[in-house]
């Protein structure tokens, strides 16, 4: 399948903002999807994975209690819901897809890629 993330920007610490990533293509539902995040200069890192089987959801603990990855597998989109953003958190954050049910933390198990979206917070 084909991603496109949307929804970065500039935004103070301490507010909110919520990333979308839709499918063309093809289908979600029998995937598991994920977003990653990249600061520059460092490796991509995971954030947040949810499967399609049983609502299961994982974080990294940088983001665990403030960040809320969604999916809506009727309408093909995945989305990460970032409150108390904090200026550690800016980076590009791509969304990424695999079938099948396991939430990998790892890039290289993921098989579809959207072309990121730069989430800046400003101090």
């Known amino acids: 399948v084909q991603l496109q993330a949307s929804g970065g920007g500039l935004v103070q610490a301490g507010t909110s903002l919520t990333l979308s990533c839709v499918t063309s293509g093809g289908s979600l539902s029998r995937s598991t999807t994920a977003w990653f995040r990249q600061r520059p200069g460092e490796e991509r890192r995971f954030v947040a994975a949810?499967?399609?089987?049983?609502?299961?959801?994982q974080y990294a603990d940088s983001v665990k209690g403030r960040f809320s990855i969604s999916r809506d597998n009727n309408e093909n989109a995945v989305y990460l819901r970032m409150n108390s953003l904090r200026p550690e958190d800016t980076a590009v954050y791509y969304c990424a897809a695999r079938l099948g049910t396991t939430m990998y933390t790892r890039t290289d198990m993921y098989t579809s890629w959207g072309q990121g979206t730069q989430v800046t917070v400003s101090s």
């Open positions: 949810a499967t399609w089987r049983h609502g299961g959801n």
